[in-house]
């Protein structure tokens, strides 16, 4: 079992920036495929960003350029950075853990981009 905590939502305005970071339980954490997904209200919860084990990054394309991602094997945490936030990232994010069958959770943390 995994457990994952996000951290680092809340309220920005257009054009700002949020740094998200997933903390997670695994021993193993470095043999996980992390992502970041977000759900916006009445829509389905889309891929924002993912890096597999060994370093490879793919992001959806309503974020390239603008948002990176980063594992930290040593600490277990992966990142998602966010700059030139858009008022249509609003949404509730999560983090994501995959290795082979197993698939994990978190619970989510609230971006809301505003003025």
């Known amino acids: 079992q995994v457990q994952l905590v996000e951290s680092g939502g809340g309220l920005v305005q257009p054009g700002g920036s949020l740094r998200l970071s997933c903390q997670g339980s695994?021993?193993?954490?470095?043999?996980?495929?992390m992502g970041w997904y977000r759900q916006a209200p009445a829509k389905q919860r889309e891929l924002v960003a993912v890096?597999?084990?060994?370093?490879?990054?793919n992001f959806a394309d309503s974020v390239k350029g603008r948002f990176t991602i980063s594992r930290d094997n040593a600490k277990n945490a992966v990142h998602l950075q966010m700059n030139s936030l858009k008022p249509e990232d609003t949404a509730v994010y999560y983090c994501?853990?995959?290795?082979?069958?197993?698939?994990?959770w978190g619970r989510g943390t609230q971006v809301t981009v505003s003025s």
């Open positions: 994501n853990a995959r290795y082979r069958s197993s698939e994990f």
């Open positions: 695994a021993s193993i954490f470095s043999v996980y495929t």
């Open positions: 890096v597999t084990a060994g370093g490879s990054t």
